[in-house]
């Protein structure tokens, strides 16, 4: 049993910054990710980080502008955004769930929070 808690979302202007936070408790599960889904778009993994080992992954539209971390000994993730877009405006979810073979698949995730609302203005 998990569950995942976001916060820092909000609304800012282009160009801002924010960092958002997710609180886990109950199993520490190896992979962890933030998701986001725009108004009439689906949802996409925007990026994802082993909890042992500390691999990461990024889609490309925000390479250089995002970076995810994790504190093992607080069982929070993060996702630094900087330089924001109009485009990134979405609703942010942070999701867990095992690894497979040693290794954290980009899909399937089992829990879910939430969800925090990213709101840039231009």
């Known amino acids: 049993q998990v569950q995942l808690v976001e916060s820092g979302g909000g609304s800012v202007q282009a160009g801002g910054s924010l960092r958002l936070s997710c609180a886990a408790s109950g199993l520490i599960y190896a992979c962890m990710a933030w998701f986001r889904q725009a108004p009439g778009k689906e949802r996409e993994v925007v990026a994802g980080?082993?909890?042992?080992?500390?691999?990461?992954y990024y889609t490309d539209s925000v390479k250089g502008r995002f970076t995810i971390s994790r504190d093992n000994a607080k069982k929070t993730l993060y996702l630094q955004m900087n330089s924001l877009k109009p485009e990134d405006t979405a609703m942010y979810y942070c999701?867990?769930?095992?690894?497979?073979?040693?290794?954290?698949?980009?899909?399937?995730?089992?829990?879910w929070g939430q969800g925090t609302q990213v709101t840039v203005s231009s």
């Open positions: 999701a867990a769930r095992p690894s497979s073979g040693g290794v954290c698949p980009r899909t399937d995730f089992r829990y």
């Open positions: 980080i082993a909890t042992v080992g500390g691999g990461t």
